[in-house]
């Protein structure tokens, strides 16, 4: 079995997208540069936006058929005509390229409740949702305080027993090695903490009771469950999800963490993983704007991209989940080309450090949580320094970072207000900072962590801080 991975997830966007029905024109809209990426494991989630609403074929579901406005390259019907669907050709590709391949299922999608335009149309066309209005958390007239009214209810034994039954029927019907369970799209399962509480033991043992179930069925055929979960045992249990009860008891081969944000270092899930044998591995999604507000493209760009994985291996992690990372196979585009590169270049260490790379020492700041969950904040301990989360200094204020492949000189960047009177000290090195932008060399970074001491003189307000390498 494997456990070093790089991992793709693919939303299974590209039945939307793709020139015709036939498996050459689908493999070609995302897939068929993945082998040249080194990638070893694909996740392929087909759509289920929102809970029950699929792009395979499915009794129990809702195939989500159809050519209205945004899916008018929708080739779902004409797939089914053909007597296949786009998990079976991911399958065959996978199979012809040696690649790992688990279908993943968004264990409450509410993409059809943000009032987007694609919105109106997923709900219309969910059969569930429609005929079980009282599955949901809410309803066009009541919205829960947390989440989506689209959401559905896991306290409702019926959603249960349907969530097992989409993942028994994917492994009764298609040749794959594993499942993936993705609790971070969108992370509101039950009652109490769509209210803003910590969930019920007795919603928390029923979401263990699920898994342990889909654990046996998933073991019975022989293949793999993983799960994506929040970087927290605390907030997954306020969830409702005992992430470490799943991990001690042995229901799950495969431990992926964070989404939109990120609570703690990655060595927080590596211990909590290895402690019980299991691998670890980094989901690094892409920095959105409503995350970071105007820092998101500074923080997107290709080489802070290579930093998030180098901390991310450093740290102890098993490999990375690029999640819904390659959305174009065409590599003459650039920005194509460089998302490809890079993760060709997350199988090889010196391939990174060789590369540019830029650290800082938040990426996210504190972050949303796509889906509405309750709280994060409540349980973040990581830095979360950026723009427009700044810092006030007074005294002495220590910025923790951690830096793999620290190796040669580096460019220092310090961000303050321009009332700043005040000094930063790092590995025997002092610096005066002005106010404005400060920008600095140094040769005394190393693996690991670095504390950047700040002195103040009078209170200030720090705003930004990275290190890169060229």
């Known amino acids: 079995m494997l456990t070093k991975r790089i991992i ?125 209005p009282e599955c949901l958390l809410g309803s066009p007239d009541r919205y829960p305080r947390h989440g989506a009214r689209t959401a559905v209810n896991y306290a409702m034994p019926l959603v249960r027993e349907l969530a097992f039954g989409f993942v028994k029927e994917v492994l009764d019907s298609y040749d794959i090695d594993g499942v993936h369970l993705d609790f971070f799209r969108h992370p509101v399962f039950f009652p109490t903490p769509a209210s803003g509480e910590h969930a019920t033991e007795e919603e928390i043992g029923l979401m263990t009771e699920l898994v342990k179930r889909i654990s046996s069925e998933v073991r019975s055929h022989g293949k793999l469950l993983s799960v994506r979960v929040p970087d927290d045992v605390g907030y997954s249990r306020f969830l409702g999800l005992d992430v470490e009860d799943w991990l001690r008891t042995g229901l799950i081969d495969l431990l992926c963490t964070t989404g939109y944000v990120q609570l703690n270092d990655w060595e927080y899930s590596c211990r909590l993983g290895h402690r019980y044998g299991v691998p670890v591995y980094a989901s690094l999604d892409e920095i959105r704007p409503s995350n970071a507000g105007k820092v998101a493209p500074e923080r997107n760009r290709p080489e802070v991209m290579r930093a998030r ?146 002195r103040a003189e009078k209170p200030f307000v720090l705003y930004d801080l990275s290190v890169s390498f060229d």
């Not at 409740?113 to 429609?130: A, E, H, I, P």
């Not at 990174?352 to 700041?365: E, I, V």
């Open 8 to 132: 793709v997830d693919n939303d299974g966007g590209d039945v939307f997208g793709c020139k015709s029905a036939s498996y050459e024109d689908f493999i070609a809209a995302r897939l068929i540069n993945l082998p040249s990426t080194k990638a070893t494991t694909l996740f392929y989630t087909t759509i289920s936006s929102g809970f029950g609403l699929f792009s395979h074929r499915t009794a129990l579901g809702t195939v989500r058929v159809g050519q209205e406005p945004y899916l008018q390259y929708n080739r779902v019907s004409e797939m089914l005509d053909l007597g296949t669907d786009c998990l079976q050709y991911v399958s065959r590709f996978c199979r012809e390229q040696g690649i790992e391949l688990f279908w993943g299922m968004r264990m409450n999608d509410t993409h059809d409740g943000t009032g987007q335009y694609y919105s109106d149309l997923s709900f219309r066309q969910n059969r569930f949702k429609n005929e079980h």
């Open 309 to 454: 994985v180098c901390d991310a291996l450093g740290q102890g992690c098993d490999g990375i989940l690029f999640f819904n990372y390659i959305f174009d196979s065409d590599v003459s585009k650039p920005d194509v080309r460089q998302r490809h590169e890079l993760i060709r270049q997350a199988s090889d260490p010196s391939l990174l450090a060789a590369s540019p790379r830029c650290y800082y020492a938040s990426y996210r700041g504190i972050g949303t949580i796509a889906g509405g969950a309750p709280y994060h904040r409540w349980f973040q301990q990581i830095c979360t320094l950026t723009p427009v989360s700044p810092v006030a200094v007074q005294g002495e204020r220590d910025i923790r970072m951690f830096i793999a492949s620290a190796a040669g000189n580096a460019t220092v960047r310090i961000l303050v207000d321009d009332d700043a009177c005040a000094s930063v000290s790092f590995e025997g090195q002092t610096e005066k900072l002005v106010p404005g932008e400060n920008v600095f060399r140094t040769d005394r970074l190393k693996d690991g962590c670095t504390v950047f001491r700040f």
